[in-house]
């Protein structure tokens, strides 16, 4: 990654994470804390492979073709659209796949159960506007990242253990050409 890129990219990190209203205050996970709920606390996902998942072209509903990867989901802490600096290579990763592939992309922003439906819509929007502008940075064309909230509406992991809630609290990227 280029030193200029980095330089632009701590004042977003900074001015997102300033601008993020929480309800409850929690810190981000901890790498310990990232450990103990099971969470990657480096560029691996749960299993351990690496950021992008390669799968099968398929047609899209609507038209257009999904692109033949797909990253892992960037996690975020309790109540926090900051994004935590561990789950940087993978915004680093989309950013890449954009440039290089010229392609467009949906950030899908997920929450937990906790919390009511309205402030988790609104959580999950912070969350996807945080990875959107994180792109833009690093030199994503904003006209081809859109950003969707979805909340807690579509959970990646049923259950209300401490994991299950973590494994939750994400964005991901959808893409397509």
Do not use: W
């Not at 810190?27 to 749960?46: K, V, Y």
């Not at 509903?61 to 659209?81: K, T």
């Amino acid at each position: 990654m280029k030193p200029r890129a980095i330089l632009h990219l701590v004042p977003v990190i900074l001015l997102v994470g300033a601008t993020s209203s929480c309800k409850r205050k929690n810190p981000d996970l901890a790498p310990s804390e990232a450990q103990e709920f099971g969470l990657p606390t480096d560029s691996t996902d749960f299993t351990g492979t690496d950021l992008v998942n390669e799968i099968p072209l398929e047609e899209r509903p609507g038209g257009g073709m999904e692109v033949a990867a797909q990253l892992q989901p960037v996690y975020f802490g309790f109540d926090s659209s900051s994004i935590p600096p561990a789950e940087m290579a993978k915004i680093e990763a989309a950013a890449q796949l954009m440039l290089s592939d010229d392609v467009s992309v949906r950030i899908e922003g997920h929450t937990d159960e906790q919390g009511s439906r309205e402030y988790n819509l609104a959580l999950g929007e912070r969350r996807a506007l945080a990875v959107r502008d994180a792109l833009i940075v690093l030199g994503a064309d904003a006209s081809k990242i859109h950003t969707l909230s979805l909340g807690e509406e579509q959970p990646a992991v049923a259950g209300e253990a401490d994991q299950s809630l973590a494994e939750n609290r994400r964005a991901e990227f959808v893409f397509f050409q």
